[in-house]
């Protein structure tokens, strides 16, 4: 990666750079050496020199984890979120000072994810009372990743009440690591329950709340302001046809796995094309639906059994099996090894 510029990641998970920032910033308060740090991660100064560039999102979360290590502050990740200023989202920032109710900024942060993030997502479902969002990370390779899920729930937080909601507080919180021991920080700052272990990491936030208004409404020149941003940022978003349509399909392959029907004419119909269609483009990039299933089983079956703590009948339906002994079997058949000896082994 030195002596290049990164560009385009298509294909890989990635991110902004702007995201390292904050990071960056608080390794140089404790007087934390940067460049070694950035080095052990593959990148140098000029790779985030621009703030739209990409960055691999392994290089973001592992450097995360490196620094709440080197500062021995395991909260690390949780404090630069509670602590998140929205000037360093840059134009963005105006956007959610025109926002006229805590909905409208989720929803704008919401439809910048994609621009933001490469394989990422922030869901948004809508319930009678409620509404839950959440941040989720389609690469289960990518792990250990606690500091960066406890940044983006309490940014998000930090962002609601910067953006007029001083007092806010989500109904509840849920994060997909295991919580450490001592949950006080966390429930002190989000005033709320706090859960880890969970499918996902979720903020559970009131529908009252979300329509208070602000105090403020956006107006015409910030949604000419919203879609110059959203013309900026996806000029280089530009992949092929065949690879779009395969990062899709892994996507949605995350999404339903688990929790819903997972078979490539439920995909097609969900991506708008046909079976036959999505089965040519995945041929066209050297693979088949079955394949990106399986390797992404594997890789969350891998995320899940690290540490040794899930019990296998929760990993099994968490892949979309039917049992535990139909997971071990296929487990043992991709890598050569039960599931328990694989976490005994530490892998």
């Known amino acids: 990666m030195r ?4 560009g385009k990641m298509h294909g890989q998970s990635a991110i902004r750079a702007f995201f390292l920032e904050p990071t960056l910033n608080e390794l140089q308060r404790l007087h934390q050496p940067i460049g070694a740090t950035l080095g052990r ?13 990409w960055v691999p999102l392994r290089c973001h979360t592992e450097l995360l984890e490196d620094a709440a290590e080197q500062t021995n502050n395991p909260y690390l990740g949780f404090d630069i979120g509670r602590r998140f200023d929205q000037r360093s989202l840059g134009p963005f920032c105006a956007l959610l000072a025109n926002a006229g109710t805590l909905r409208e900024v989720f929803e704008l ?7 933001w993030q490469i394989n990422t997502r922030f869901l948004i479902e809508r319930h009678e009372d409620v509404t839950h969002y959440t941040y989720v990370i389609d690469d289960p390779s990518i792990w250990p990743r606690r500091q960066d899920a406890e940044l983006t729930l309490a940014a998000l937080v930090t962002l609601g009440r910067q953006a007029g909601f001083a007092h806010w507080s989500p109904e509840t919180v849920e994060f ?15 005033d709320a329950p706090v859960f880890g272990s969970c499918d996902a990491n979720r903020l559970v936030v009131a529908n009252s709340d979300l329509e208070r208004p602000l105090g403020h409404g956006a107006g015409g020149g910030a949604k000419v302001l919203e879609r110059r941003l959203v013309d900026l940022m996806r000029q280089d978003n530009g992949a092929s046809e065949t690879t779009g ?5 892994v996507a949605i392959i995350n999404r339903r796995m688990g929790r819903a029907p997972l078979d490539i004419a439920t995909v097609a119909l969900e991506m708008h094309t046909s079976e036959r ?4 483009h995945l041929e066209e990039a050297g693979t088949s639906f079955r394949d990106l299933v399986q390797q992404q089983r594997l890789l969350r079956a891998r995320s ?11 990993a099994a339906a968490r892949l979309g099996y039917a049992d535990a002994a139909a997971f071990c079997r296929a487990f043992r058949g991709w890598t050569g090894m039960s599931p328990m000896r694989f976490a005994q082994a530490g892998h």
């Not at 942060?109 to 621009?115: K, N």
């Not at 021991?181 to 700052?189: E, G, I, Q, T, Y």
């Not at 899940?304 to 929760?314: D, K």
């Open 3 to 6: 002596g290049e510029t990164i």
């Open 41 to 53: 991660h593959g990148l140098t100064s000029s790779d985030i020199a621009s703030p739209y560039a």
């Open 109 to 115: 942060y919401g439809g910048f994810q994609g621009l």
């Open 176 to 190: 997909e690591h295991v919580l450490p021991a001592d949950k006080r920080p966390l429930r002190a700052f989000f």
């Open 245 to 249: 349509i395969v990062e899709a399909t």
């Open 277 to 280: 269609s999505l089965r040519r």
């Open 304 to 314: 899940l059994l690290r540490g040794g703590h899930m019990p296998l009948i929760e």
